[in-house]
């Protein structure tokens, strides 16, 4: 593959990380990694903790990025000065290959275990399961989900407090992980569905490469025809808002709609986006800053 990313690093205060690196995630709809900035000994000397860090984020070098790199100063300019009086420094761009974007994921993905019996494994991790366990192979590609980021935690735990999960609609499917978390957890279908065609390759090929059938697609939404017991939907709040009404057709009677990708201050923003649809909300639970809300359909 030749495809390239552009790398955008920022060195931002390291109280800044975590808003920075949720901005950026949302922004991207990619993994950011975080690292410590080299400082010379001088700068170090009875330093705990470096004072600034580099976040790195990826982004498709399409005719979009100028606009998201001036979203991403701007995000930094305006909350830069709650974090310390010093300037903070302009991102830098730096265009690398595809497998390099990979392989420096490695270092920041081990093992984790999600709700009770789900586990979420590199490929090139030795991992001795329990005999409950559910293990999902996974390796950092192109698309989101390695179950590192809160948002596909929480949908994960939600999704597997549900029991054995009938028909499963999984919407922004990224890197599948829902997916075959669904599957594994017993459904008897599950579709899942992206706008990025990418995302869908990458999708089938964790399907295939953890045994688990799945119908992947680019179809929109709107045109999959069914109702599924579950409708998990890990997005942005707007376009969560915006997608209510499809979201809420796709839910069969006494069935699940599960939504994540809400920070937490959105979460009115989203409950007053499905208010009318005549689901119920019947949990909310919270990672940090995130939300993720599940609604149930009357029967
Ligand atoms: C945050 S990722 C979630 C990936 C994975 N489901 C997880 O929970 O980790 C969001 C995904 O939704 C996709 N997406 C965004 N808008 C969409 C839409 N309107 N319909 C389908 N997929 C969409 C993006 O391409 C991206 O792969």
Known sequence: MNKTWAEVA????????????DFLVELSGNGVSID??????????????????????????????????????????????????APPATPTVTTIR?????????????????????????????????????????????AFGTGTHPTTRLCLE???KLGRPGDVLDVGTGSGILAMAASKLGASRVVGTDIDPDAVEVARENCAMNGVTAELTITPLADIPGQFAVVLANILAEDLVRMAADLTAKVAPGGALILSGILVEREPYVIDGFAA???????TTREGEWSCLLYRAAK
């Open 98 to 142: 595809e497998e390099d974007w990979a392989t420096g994921w490695r270092q920041h993905f081990s093992p984790t275990r999600i709700g009770r019996r789900l586990v979420i494994k590199p490929t090139w991790e030795p991992f001795a399961p329990e005999p409950e366990d559910l293990v999902i192979e996974l390796d950092p590609g192109m």
């Open 277 to 283: 649809t005549g689901l119920a909300l019947a949990e």
């Open 158 to 160: 939600a999704l597997e």
């Open 10 to 21: 920022c060195e931002v205060p390291a109280a800044m990380v975590d808003l920075l690196a």
């Open 36 to 85: 410590n900035l080299e400082l010379d000994t001088f700068s170090l000397d009875g330093m705990d903790e470096p004072p600034v860090k580099t976040v790195r984020a990826y982004f498709t070098p399409d005719a979009e990025l100028e606009t998201k790199l001036a979203a991403v100063e701007r995000f930094i300019r305006e909350n830069a000065p709650d974090y310390g009086d």
